[in-house]
């Protein structure tokens, strides 16, 4: 038996029971697919499920306001890629009767879709010979054919991919790439592998070297951005300002808590508007309180602050590449739905 019958083999008996995998239907999986990620399965089934219940195919997400999706996809951070998924949606009901088409070239041009979730939708929706690659596949492969190379690498994700095509069952490519992701989620673990559990053991390198600990090689060479910054809370008849700006850092096309970074040294990339500088320029702002958040590479520090105001005194029409709207604080979470929002809401409640 080669290690593709044997992996296959192990899968269809140690396989999870999970929701998104009932079905083989495109929709389900490009879902489940994104959500996974950058979360982890035991977190991200509820919102799944929740997810799914609301918008059940495409035409549904395809008809949804953008404000709706984000709602729906709170607790699961990256908010781009929930408004990427209802233009994708919009982009397949337009272009495509509201269904994925199974071309790899042609799902590649659906917004927000890359190489892997591409190829997950055409290998487990259609049977299609399309390899994935994320990092529990990365992870089994290197192992697998003792790969000495940094995986962060992009010139190591070619080669991986490579490994990956070549080492696909063509006889059922979707469940051979869910068997690999399980196998790295399960048992290929980064830190302790079970191997005496691993189908592939016989005839992974890497397992007979003795130098499973070794591999793979990760080497990080993204460097961690700190910066530090305030919120600000503006109330005006016990409601609170949201505001939307389109050339922002983090939060793009939603509309959020106004911060703003405002070190000297600031780099342009993260100085703040002309509102936010207004902002920054207030009196009587009042320091609540202040906490740690993490937005990909970047560790920022936030102030909270706030202040009660007037509309006019913020001349808010002054600013044409603003949008504004004022929300009761018990609907912040729903109308900004980050974790920055509970974050802020919290100090806030805390300092009453």
């Not at 190489?115 to 939708?121: G, H």
């Not at 990956?164 to 196998?183: K, R, T, W």
């Not at 602050?305 to 604080?329: A, C, G, M, Q, Y």
Request: contains cysteine; positive net charge; aromatic residues 12%.
């Amino acid at each position: 038996m080669n290690p593709q019958e044997s992996l296959l083999n192990w899968y269809l008996l140690n396989k999870r029971d999970l929701s998104f995998r009932k079905s083989k239907k495109a929709y389900f999986i490009w879902i489940s697919e994104v959500m996974l990620q950058q979360t982890r399965v035991a977190a991200m089934l509820p919102l799944y499920e929740s997810f799914v219940q609301k918008f059940p195919n495409i035409e549904s997400l395809a008809n949804a306001a953008e404000e709706e999706v984000l709602s729906a996809w709170k607790g699961l951070g990256y908010y781009t890629r929930a408004r990427n998924l209802r233009k994708a949606a919009i982009y397949l009901v337009q272009n495509y009767n509201g269904k994925f088409p199974k071309d790899l070239a042609q799902v590649l041009k659906v917004p927000g879709i890359g190489p892997y979730t591409a190829r997950a939708i055409l290998s487990i929706a259609y049977d299609l010979p399309f390899a994935v690659l994320d990092g529990n596949v990365k992870r089994v492969l290197s192992r697998f054919y003792f790969f000495e190379k940094n995986i962060l690498s992009s010139k190591s994700n070619d080669e991986l991919q490579t490994f990956a095509d070549s080492f696909l069952n063509f006889q059922s490519p979707g469940d051979h790439n869910q068997a690999v992701m399980e196998l790295g989620a399960n048992i290929c673990l980064p830190e302790n592998p079970k191997c005496n559990q691993c189908p592939l053991q016989k005839n992974c390198k890497s397992f007979l070297l003795g130098k499973t600990k070794e591999i793979p090689i990760r080497v990080k060479t993204e460097r961690k951005i700190d910066l530090a910054g305030k919120i600000f809370c503006i109330f005006s008849s016990e409601k609170i300002l949201l505001i939307q700006e389109q050339n922002v850092r983090f939060l793009k096309g939603m509309f959020y808590l106004p911060y703003g970074f405002f070190e000297e040294n600031v780099s342009i990339e993260y100085s703040p508007s002309p509102f936010l500088v207004s902002l920054g320029n207030l009196k009587g702002l009042f320091p609540k309180g202040n906490f740690r958040h993490s937005i990909t590479h970047h560790k920022l520090l936030m102030e909270v602050v706030s202040v009660h105001l007037e509309p006019k005194i913020l001349r808010l029409e002054t600013f044409p590449d603003l949008n504004f709207k004022w929300v009761p604080l018990d609907r912040l979470e729903e109308e900004f739905p980050s974790s920055l929002a509970t974050k802020t809401k919290k100090i806030l409640l805390s300092s009453l």
